[in-house]
């Protein structure tokens, strides 16, 4: 591909609404570009990057045995309706009508579509087990589009589900899936780790996030400093500090004038943050909850979602809460009546608390859980966090930052229950299929690799996923000794079958090594009058600072042979 011909165009400036790495980068080098908040075009050079993701991920999804197919984006919302994941997905999900006011829906996901697909083709356990998979566009109306192809509203997801007779079958499916990602992402270059994580959405009782670690990523990853235990933040759980061995003692009221956070209240008792219980308020499903956790504690909103079973969750305005006659900023679990309590197993270990009185500028000294109040469910909600204790073996929690780039779920029967999609046994007994499902967002890792290549000049490409192997930067193309041996190399380059990107332009050096730097190709090579007099090219990869200069007769053959290592 010669670059004066090549569609989309370097940048010198960063632009202002880049918010990441990965984002700066892709529009600097001309490799996307924003139609919308969170909808992007991607150019030649990046889509060139994204196909070869893609290829990747279709001969190891292909090598386990999976099928390929297509799905349509356009659902029917009754198909949504039946599974409840419309309401699950709540304002995130895209929907419209047709001309005869038919709902439907832009999907971000097909789980309803292939159970249904299933439903109609397999009767039998001699149908299964089943690997099926697309390569399809997905929408989510993300509140915040954010980070470029980080969190966007429209991408392209590899997603894949499997069907099996039970669930030992489905654990084999899920542990193949889990080799098969391993597998892709160090092809692609990309380190990664698995995770426990939340299943969200989705559904089913067991998922892992593949992580790739990184410090601009938007997880955080709680892991163990001896065991193997790690853990996206949503889904940690962690051994809390038990608190003082100490005579429960008497409720005191105390005066605390002007009084409302805890900081404020641990500042002006003159006790540790651990030492108060927080109330917080929460509307669930428009319901109000009380939530009470230990002071030094905060309450991780994606346990606390699951443990109510909503789907919708939001802190309760002050409004609603000053009508259900509570006092913001001196509320307690003490007395209150009609609403649904939750808390945390952090505020058992522990004794003598401080809790809000349920009338202002006023708290309870030495309050204890159950002698003085009771909760209608108790539940780990806090957010897991470094310096605490593994669940597993006790060691101490350490966390770093990641971004996630597959999500495999283990969704049981959750989606054939509720759409009939049965087999009959070798008994001649009709059962529910075991479903699992599989995705990785192809965009976000195509980000995640730039994240994790780059330096202050530019993308770094692993070499699998590179748009080009070769960069050939001939320095001064006005030259015409310069310029017949660049024509001669490319022709050479491009018989050998290497993928070759050609500075063709009559640009100053600066321009050229500056854009060759930012693009990031593997390799790059040089000619320059200099190199042309002694018959030889500069071979620079883009990982390294030093160069070498190799003869110019047999360049072509030598990293023809190289790229087949």
């Known amino acids: 591909m010669r670059l004066s011909k090549l569609f989309g165009k370097t940048l010198r400036q960063t632009p202002a609404e880049a918010e990441n790495i990965s984002h700066q980068l892709l529009l600097k080098a001309g490799m996307i570009h924003q139609v919308a908040a969170g909808v992007y075009s991607y150019l030649p050079l990046g889509w060139r990057a994204l196909r070869k993701i893609e290829n990747i991920i279709r001969e190891e999804m292909d090598a386990i045995g999976?099928?390929?197919?297509?799905?349509?984006?356009?659902?029917?919302?009754?198909?949504?309706?039946?599974?409840?994941?419309?309401?699950?997905?709540?304002?995130?999900l895209f929907t419209l009508s047709d001309r005869r006011d038919r709902k439907l829906v832009l999907a971000p996901t097909h789980e309803e579509v292939i159970t249904e697909l299933i439903r109609r083709n397999v009767q039998s356990y001699r149908d299964l087990p089943l690997l099926l998979y697309q390569i399809q566009t997905k929408f989510r109306d993300e509140p915040r589009s954010r980070g470029g192809l980080m969190r966007v509203r429209e991408f392209t997801m590899k997603d894949l589900y499997?069907?099996?007779?039970?669930?030992?079958?489905?654990?084999?499916?899920?542990?193949?899936?889990?080799?098969?990602?391993?597998?892709?992402?160090?092809?692609?270059?990309?380190?990664?780790v698995v995770v426990e994580a939340d299943s969200g959405a989705i559904g089913g009782k067991e998922s892992h996030e593949f992580m790739v670690i990184a410090p601009s990523g938007e997880d955080e990853v709680i892991y163990c400093s001896s065991c193997d235990y790690s853990a996206n933040a949503e889904r940690a759980e962690s051994i809390k500090w038990p608190g003082d061995e100490e005579e429960q003692l008497p409720i005191e009221e105390v005066?605390?004038?002007?009084?409302?956070?805890?900081?404020?209240?641990?500042?002006?008792?003159?006790?540790?943050?651990?030492?108060?219980?927080k109330a917080v308020?929460?509307?669930?499903?428009?319901?109000?909850?009380?939530?009470?956790?230990?002071?030094?504690?905060?309450?991780?909103?994606?346990?606390?979602?699951?443990?109510?079973?909503?789907?919708?969750?939001?802190?309760?305005?002050?409004?609603?809460?000053?009508?259900?006659?509570?006092?913001?900023?001196?509320?307690?679990?003490?007395?209150?009546?009609?609403?649904?309590?939750?808390?945390?197993?952090?505020?058992?270990?522990?004794?003598?608390?401080?809790?809000?009185?349920?009338?202002?500028?006023?708290?309870?000294?030495?309050v204890n859980c159950p002698r003085d109040f009771a909760v209608d469910l108790m539940v780990d909600i806090a957010i897991a966090q470094a310096g605490e204790g593994c669940p597993r073996c006790g060691s101490k929690l350490l966390s770093t930052r990641g971004i996630e780039v597959g999500h495999v779920f283990k969704l049981g029967t959750f989606f054939s229950e509720r759409l009939d999609a049965t087999f009959i046994d070798r008994d001649?007994?009709?059962?529910?299929?075991?479903?699992?499902?599989?995705?990785?967002?192809?965009?976000?890792?195509?980000?995640?690799?730039?994240?994790?290549?780059?330096?202050?000049?530019?993308i770094i490409w692993p070499l699998p996923i590179a748009p080009y192997q070769v960069?050939?930067?001939?320095?001064?193309?006005?030259?015409?000794?310069?310029?017949?041996?660049?024509?001669?190399?490319?022709?050479?380059?491009?018989?050998?079958?290497?993928?070759?990107?050609?500075?063709?332009?009559?640009?100053?050096?600066?321009?050229?090594?500056?854009?060759?730097?930012?693009?990031?190709?593997?390799?790059?090579?040089?000619?320059?009058?200099?190199?042309?007099?002694?018959?030889?090219?500069?071979?620079?990869?883009?990982?390294?600072?030093?160069?070498?200069?190799?003869?110019?007769?047999?360049?072509?053959?030598?990293?023809?042979?190289f790229f087949a290592l």
């Open 428 to 458: 001649g007994v009709e059962r529910p299929i075991f479903m699992g499902c599989y995705g990785i967002g192809i965009g976000r890792l195509l980000a995640a690799a730039i994240e994790q290549n780059h330096d202050e000049k530019g």
């Open 162 to 192: 499997s069907f099996d007779v039970d669930e030992e079958a489905l654990d084999i499916s899920y542990q193949k899936l889990i080799g098969a990602y391993k597998r892709i992402y160090e092809r692609c270059g990309l380190p990664s």
């Open 471 to 561: 960069h050939l930067c001939p320095l001064s193309m006005d030259n015409p000794e310069v310029a017949s041996a660049a024509e001669r190399l490319y022709l050479d380059l491009e018989q050998e079958g290497l993928e070759v990107l050609f500075d063709d332009r009559i640009e100053s050096p600066g321009v050229k090594l500056n854009d060759a730097d930012l693009l990031g190709m593997p390799l790059r090579l040089i000619l320059s009058p200099r190199t042309i007099k002694s018959q030889s090219v500069e071979l620079k990869r883009r990982g390294e600072k030093e160069a070498e200069i190799i003869p110019l007769e047999g360049v072509a053959k030598r990293l023809k042979a």
């Open 66 to 92: 999976g099928q390929e197919l297509m799905m349509p984006v356009l659902q029917p919302l009754e198909l949504w309706e039946k599974t409840e994941r419309d309401l699950a997905f709540g304002k995130s």
């Open 255 to 277: 005066a605390t004038p002007g009084v409302k956070t805890i900081e404020e209240l641990a500042n002006f008792l003159g006790i540790p943050k651990s030492k108060t219980l």
């Open 281 to 366: 308020f929460y509307a669930a499903d428009g319901e109000l909850v009380f939530v009470a956790i230990r002071g030094d504690l905060e309450v991780n909103e994606v346990k606390l979602k699951n443990a109510l079973k909503c789907h919708d969750l939001r802190l309760a305005s002050d409004e609603e809460v000053k009508e259900a006659g509570l006092v913001a900023g001196s509320a307690s679990p003490l007395g209150i009546i009609g609403i649904k309590r939750l808390a945390d197993p952090s505020i058992t270990p522990g004794v003598n608390f401080v809790a809000g009185a349920n009338k202002p500028d006023t708290h309870l000294k030495n």
